[in-house]
């Protein structure tokens, strides 16, 4: 079965500063997605960005990007210009072609003022 | 607006009851979904349905049902035989399973044992 790891439980991050969660996984597909979802306190979860295996080009939705290494199987997350409302649970997620979506532990992450 | 709808937002169970969480979409999403999540754990597939009258099961279906008998509506059933039901519980819906779609989730729905 495919895993998804998030290696850390807990993040912290001063408010305008950069972060960089961590995600790896594992596959032996060459053609899947990768997600990261954003959970803050009501707990619903929100998309906030997705890649797809296929391109090299690594996602970027505003202040949020990803660094994509296929080769390593790693898929990280970056925040720039961190503000107190991205203070949440992070989820790593990853979804093979004709199947359902695999998510890791989570990374909590605190932002300070 | 569409959405994913689930209810109660929080739900008590005696011990040796049964239990229905619902969970209503308004989106046309073909397939949707029932996670649990426990702290530490991230979010574990209970079942699946990817059409009307057909689900399948995920990796933790023991001790519970569902039913798909609406395209808008994937009810789940906490069955006594589920030992330890205390979690969290998130629905979702994806429009297809095979594109390229992350998933839209409800509010989820806080079950407790008493």
């Known amino acids: 079965a495919q895993t998804v790891t998030q290696s850390q439980p807990e993040m912290s991050v001063q408010e305008a500063e950069t972060v960089t969660l961590s995600c790896t996984y594992d596959t032996s597909e060459s053609d899947y997605y990768l997600f990261w979802y954003k959970q803050p306190p009501s707990r619903q979860m929100i998309l906030v960005i997705r890649?797809?295996?296929?391109?090299?080009q690594n996602a970027t939705e505003n202040r949020f990007s990803v660094n994509f290494q296929k080769a390593a199987k790693s898929f990280s997350l970056k925040i720039s210009d961190s503000q107190l409302g991205d203070a949440a649970m992070y989820f790593c997620?990853?979804?093979?072609?004709?199947?359902?979506?695999?998510f890791g532990a989570g990374t909590r992450l605190t932002v300070k003022p | 607006d569409g959405g994913i709808t689930q209810s109660p937002k929080y739900l008590f169970r005696k011990e040796g009851q049964n239990v229905t969480l619902s969970c209503e979409q308004n989106l046309n999403h073909d397939a949707m979904y029932w996670y649990r999540q426990d702290p530490g754990q991230g979010l574990r597939l209970i079942y699946y349905?990817?059409?009307?009258?057909?689900?399948q099961k995920g990796d933790i279906a023991e001790g519970y049902s569902v039913s798909r008998e609406k395209k808008e509506s994937f009810p789940l059933t906490v069955t006594s035989a589920q030992k330890n039901p205390t979690a969290f519980y998130l629905c979702?819906?994806?429009?297809?399973?095979?594109?390229?779609?992350?998933?839209?989730f409800g509010s989820g729905t806080r079950l407790t044992v008493v």
């Open positions: 997620a990853y979804r093979r072609r004709n199947n359902d979506m695999r």
């Open positions: 349905s990817q059409i009307v009258n057909d689900f």
């Open positions: 890649q797809e295996a296929y391109k090299q």
């Open positions: 979702a819906s994806s429009k297809d399973r095979d594109l390229n779609y992350g998933y839209t």
